[in-house]
Nanobody
Framework: QVQLVESGGGLVQAGGSLRLSCAAS????????MGWFRQAPGKEREFVAA????????LYTDSVKGRFTISRDNAKNTVALQMNSLKPEDTAVYYC???????????????????WGQGTRVTVSS
């Protein structure tokens, strides 16, 4: 089993930045595709970003391209989401997700991920 714990959420003004971190424990995630999803109030959970096992292949939803960057440190078993130029519409609970052993390539669908964190709240004020 893999446990994921997110941190780094908070309140920020529009145009500001936040860096979310996801710490994995239980197993090494070095061969896992990893992703970030978010869920705004009253909306379904949506894909934000995903990265391959080595961080070289990444996927982003269109609304965050050029503003968000997913990265990972396999030596530390962590994944990060750097969020710049934040907008009020980025307000949501952000979830880290791990696809599973030897999944390697980034994935967009929530059903492709087997492990989920509890989420960290991001609020962007206008």
């Amino acid at each position: 089993q893999v446990q994921l714990v997110e941190s780094g959420g908070g309140l920020v003004q529009a145009g500001g930045s936040l860096r979310l971190s996801c710490a994995a424990s239980g197993r090494t995630i070095s061969s896992y595709a990893m992703g970030w999803f978010r869920q705004a109030p009253g909306k379904e959970r949506e894909f934000v970003a995903a990265g391959s096992w080595d961080g070289t292949n990444t996927l982003y939803t269109d609304s965050v391209k050029g503003r968000f960057t997913i990265s990972r440190d396999n030596a530390k078993n962590t994944v990060a989401l750097q969020m710049n130029s934040l907008k009020p519409e980025d307000t949501a609970v952000y979830y880290c997700a791990a696809a599973g052993r030897n999944t390697f390539l980034p994935k967009r669908g929530p059903s492709d991920y087997n492990y989920w964190g509890q989420g960290t709240r991001v609020t962007v004020s206008s």
